[in-house]
């Protein structure tokens, strides 16, 4: 992956699922990680792990900067860390909706706005969101997850636009179901995994048509691809990696 050797790469989420694996690819490829997340991330060569809550902007402001000064200017910013709180729009509290918006909306928010106020003087970096496919269709229980996470990939499009002229780009990455501890809280017992493969009518859900659950590494793949010179021309872009079950709706 050209492009990533030697760059200062910002992850929020790092220290499990999709960011984790989005820390473990980068680190492979030559970056210089820091992954944040609630808690210390476990030690692995070529990573340091900071400590924040992306749902305090003061605590990202502060973040952004510690990474800057211990480790050099930021070159790539993946926001991986998202929050499922499952409900239908009538028993979702207002305690549950700002805490999903928190983290999901505004937490990308402050992490893509602290890090490109940093990137924009250097006129050089690659911001990546990683979504979800629930951002582009409708799914029962699940209102408050699928419209911050609508709100955080037309953020990102847009600060794509606005960062174009300075040779910044920005891009998404938008999972479908994929094998992780947010996951597994839908899951009632052991068959969760083959009900998600085969779809459920009665919730209007198409299955998986490629028969499977994506693991964590298929989406930091296309991160890395997006974070790396061979995508060096796409910028405000939206790759899903659902194995096909939104049939690109």
Not at 16 to 40: F, Q, T
Not at 120 to 130: A, D, E, N
Not at 176 to 184: E, I, K, N, V
Not at 234 to 240: F, G, V
């Amino acid at each position: 992956m050209e492009g990533i050797e030697g760059k200062v790469a910002l992850v929020t989420g790092g220290a499990r699922g999709i960011g984790a694996a989005v820390v473990d690819g980068l680190a492979e490829a030559g970056a210089i990680v820091a992954a944040v997340d609630l808690a210390e991330s476990a030690s692995r060569g070529g990573v340091t792990s900071f400590v924040a809550d992306v749902g305090d902007p003061a605590a990202v402001a502060r973040v952004v900067g510690e990474v800057e000064n211990e480790l050099g200017p930021i070159g790539i910013g993946a926001s991986v860390a998202g929050v499922l709180k499952p409900g239908s729009v009538c028993d979702t509290s207002d305690e549950d909706w700002a805490a999903t918006f928190a983290v999901n909306s505004t937490g990308v928010f402050t992490v893509l706005r602290e890090i490109s106020r940093r990137m924009l003087p250097r006129r050089s970096g690659v911001l990546v969101t990683v979504g979800s496919n629930a951002a582009g269709v409708p799914r029962s229980g699940m209102a408050a997850y699928a419209a911050s996470k609508a709100a955080a990939t037309m953020l990102t499009r847009c600060l794509g636009l606005e960062l174009a002229g300075s040779g910044i780009r920005c891009n998404i990455v938008s999972p479908g179901s994929t094998d992780t501890d947010m996951q597994r809280l839908l899951w009632t017992d052991e068959n969760g995994a083959d009900r998600v493969i085969a779809g459920n009518p009665e919730q209007y859900r198409v299955g998986i048509p490629l028969g499977r659950i994506a693991e964590p590494a298929d989406i930091a793949d296309a991160v890395l691809f997006l974070a790396s010179d061979r995508a060096r021309h796409i910028t405000m872009q939206n790759l899903y990696v659902d194995g096909g079950a939104t049939l690109r709706a």
